[in-house]
């Protein structure tokens, strides 16, 4: 069955608002979130309640990152896969990725240079990983 993916042209930093991490007082997910505007950080646990806010703010100058940065969160969303690791940001992320690799063809257009796609490792893309990645997605889609 033919599977087509026709890329978006996503920049990472589309997804970095909203991180999914390892809590740092109990280990279970939290949530680290981003709001550049306002330049604050913010990363809360459900399951415990911790919850620590700091600025996006150097030098009065607000540096966009992904929002686990902030706090130097290790990602909730992680899976060792031959010598390298498998790593999304949050669901939407996890997603986008599933039905590239997922697909037999891939559509690209107007590329930058840029795009999520275009920045990923050399892992990602070839089809010889394709089943063993997906695995990785279905249990990361799980955790």
């Known amino acids: 069955?033919?599977?087509?993916?026709?890329?978006?042209?996503?920049?990472?930093?589309?997804?970095?608002?909203?991180?999914?991490?390892?809590?740092?007082?109990?280990?279970k997910k939290a949530m680290a979130t981003v709001n550049f505007e306002n330049q604050i950080a913010r990363l809360f646990c459900i399951h415990c309640g911790y919850n620590k806010e700091t600025s996006t703010a150097v030098n009065s100058v607000s540096i966009e990152t992904a929002a686990n940065h902030y706090f130097q969160a290790e990602l909730w969303l992680q899976a060792p896969f031959k010598n390298e690791v498998f790593w999304v940001y949050n669901q939407k992320h996890l997603a986008y990725l599933e039905q590239y690799i997922s697909a037999t063809i891939r559509e690209h257009r107007d590329r930058s240079g840029f795009t999520?796609?275009?920045?990923?490792?050399?892992?990602?893309?070839?089809?010889?990983?394709?089943?063993?990645?997906?695995?990785?997605?279905?249990?990361?889609?799980?955790?």
């Open 116 to 143: 999520l796609l275009e920045k990923l490792p050399k892992f990602y893309h070839e089809a010889k990983n394709r089943e063993g990645l997906l695995k990785i997605i279905a249990k990361l889609k799980t955790k």
């Open 1 to 27: 069955m033919i599977n087509r993916f026709q890329d978006e042209n996503l920049l990472l930093s589309e997804f970095y608002k909203e991180v999914w991490v390892v809590c740092p007082s109990c280990a």
